[in-house]
């Protein structure tokens, strides 16, 4: 619309200036019908001249480059979505997954007495129609994983205050035990926690380090904790797996995503895992060991809104997108923490 308009402008500029230079019959100023002289050269009585112009007519044209931060998302889809439900992947994976748990607004989780029932929208509430696990209820917006028996591991920017530990439940293993699940919303007391008080909060870097260890209000049993790799970073090429509570559905197992790199403060690392909003505090984990790597930290906007449909879409970064990665705060800035002792 800018260059439509700048290029009417430079016509008519263009013409007046063609019709004072070869003495074109010009009406007289003040004829019934006809514009007064100065107003023919209204571009230059209103300050605009041929150079002004053309400096806009090159800046319209010229390739816009923008912040790749603001405008793609490294939470996303890396090509084929490779998110699988929990049950459906190898037991020792399952039993990993036991160890993680899903942070709950006390909003949407209710006490029934010898169990708890979470409570909240569809996927399709919030996404496009015909997107995957649309009818699964969304609940937690970030997730942790148990270090020792009553130490709960998650991202800084997930709980900053006592406040966070105080109006947010820890529910573990908010998964779907087969594909005709229709109970995974109701959860037995012994996997609701209840956060006592954040033991060591650490973010820096704009969250290269992004860690923050959690006391329970009880110590949980029959789940163990994860093994860390607090003493070593790990190479680039490195195998991973992601488990967490992906964009708030019950439990999803990513994989086919190895390091790319190793973050310039050697704080944080990157790949083209399959994460969302929730899955932030998940832990990444080295999928020969299962030891974890790293704690799902960074991220931008994961969904983009489609015009088209009027509704919320998934980012898919094919290759040659140029999307920003996703990034995990290593493990091993814990290493330090007193709380952790030999792990």
Same mark, same amino acid.
């Given at each position: ?15 007046? $200036?063609?019709? !004072? ?12 019908? &006809? ?12 300050? =605009? ?6 400096? *806009? ?8 480059? =923008? ?12 090509? $084929? ?21 899903? #942070? ?28 995957? &696990? ?13 270090? +020792?028996?009553?130490?709960? =591991? ?14 947010? $439940? ?15 919303? #109701? ?17 820096? %870097? ?21 093994? !860390?790799? *607090? %003493? ?14 992906? %964009?708030?559905?019950?439990?999803? &197992? #990513? ?7 190793? $973050? ?50 998934? +980012? ?7 999307? %920003?990665?996703? =990034? ?16």
């Amino acid at each position: 619309m800018k260059i439509l308009i700048a290029l009417t402008i430079v016509l008519m500029f263009a013409w007046a $200036k063609f019709d !004072l230079a070869y003495g074109l019959e010009q009406p007289r100023a003040g004829s019934a019908g &006809f514009p007064a002289a100065a107003a023919v050269q209204a571009p230059e009585a209103q300050g =605009v001249d041929l150079s002004s112009i053309m400096t *806009l007519l090159r800046e319209e044209m010229r390739p816009k480059t =923008v912040s790749s931060a603001a405008v793609l998302p490294s939470r996303a889809i890396f090509g $084929k979505d490779d998110r699988q439900e929990l049950f459906s992947v190898p037991d020792r994976w399952r039993e990993i997954g036991r160890s993680l748990a899903g #942070k709950v607004s006390v909003d949407h989780i209710t006490d029934r007495g010898s169990s708890w029932e979470l409570h909240g929208d569809p996927l399709s509430a919030k996404e496009c129609p015909g997107n995957r &696990f649309a009818d699964q209820i969304t609940v937690p917006s970030c997730t942790g994983f148990l270090v +020792k028996p009553d130490l709960l =591991v998650t991202a800084a920017h997930c709980i900053k205050a006592q406040e966070d530990c105080d109006n947010f $439940k820890w529910v573990f293993e908010y998964a779907l035990a087969s594909q005709s699940d229709k109970n995974y919303t #109701k959860v037995g007391a012994d996997r609701v926690y209840q956060c006592k008080k954040i033991v060591a909060r650490n973010y820096q %870097n704009f969250g290269d380090i992004d860690y923050a260890i959690l006391q329970l209000d009880r110590p949980v049993e029959g789940r163990k904790p994860l093994k !860390l790799a *607090l %003493n070593s970073q790990p190479a680039v090429g490195t195998g991973l797996v992601n488990i967490g509570n992906s %964009n708030g559905l019950p439990l999803k &197992f #990513k994989d086919s995503a190895p390091i790319l790199h190793i $973050k310039p403060s050697g704080q944080a690392f990157d790949s083209e895992m399959d994460t969302f909003g929730g899955d932030s505090g998940s832990p990444v984990f080295d999928s020969a060991t299962g030891e974890v790597l790293g704690i799902t930290s960074s991220g931008h906007a994961d969904h983009f809104h489609d015009g088209a449909s009027n509704c919320r879409q998934l +980012k898919v970064c094919q290759p040659g997108d140029k999307c %920003n990665l996703s =990034v995990a705060s290593g493990i091993w800035n814990l290493k330090s923490e007193p709380a952790l002792g030999a792990n």
